[in-house]
């Protein structure tokens, strides 16, 4: 069985985006940057919802080819395209760049893939990881949280029928006051 991460920066109020989609809070030191490279490396396959999806697939299938790259952006661009990833839509209709398309029951779709062998399993975007919480099927949260209010916008954590419970895993401390941290699902 696959274990299904759900992993986002994250400002202090809980938010992975400030009101209009605004990211401008999360812009990570090079040290972040890179823990978050090595998580894409790791990832045997990469769920995400359709925002999500053309916020990444805007920038990183050439990130590498823009002026300037820095060799972290060229390696995380490679790393990006190479890993295998699912999207999760109802009004996309093409995707690229080792990607499928899912336009049916995501929460079936995922408990499948998560019921199948191999590497774990990244999840993003706030619906569709909503969606995969409420189900109980997330066996990780990485939250990478940024000290910063933004007040609105798009909350990390979907309303639950549930309690779930969780078992501190990890802890570290990135510069710029950013604190990971990770828990696993206590089952």
Known sequence: MRKLIFGMNVTLDG????????LGWSVPSD???????????ATGLAL???KLWETMSSHWP????????TPAAIEFAGRWRDTPKVVF?????????????????????????????GGPM?????????????????????????????????PFFTALDNWVNLNLVETRTFPGGVVLTRYETRR
């Open 15 to 22: 938010y992975i985006a400030a009101t209009g989609d605004d």
């Open 122 to 154: 990244d999840i993003g975007g706030a619906t569709l990881a909503g969606a995969a919480m409420r189900a109980g099927l997330i066996d990780e949260y990485a939250l990478v949280t940024v000290p910063v209010l933004v007040g609105s916008g798009t």
């Open 48 to 50: 995400y919802g359709r």
């Open 89 to 117: 839509s109802s009004t996309t209709s093409t995707v690229d760049w080792n990607t499928r398309l899912v336009t049916g029951d995501a929460v079936a779709e995922i408990a499948r893939l998560r019921a199948e062998d």
């Open 62 to 69: 050439t990130a590498d080819k823009q002026p300037g790259a």
């Open 31 to 41: 040290e972040l940057f890179q823990w978050w490279s090595d998580r894409v490396d």
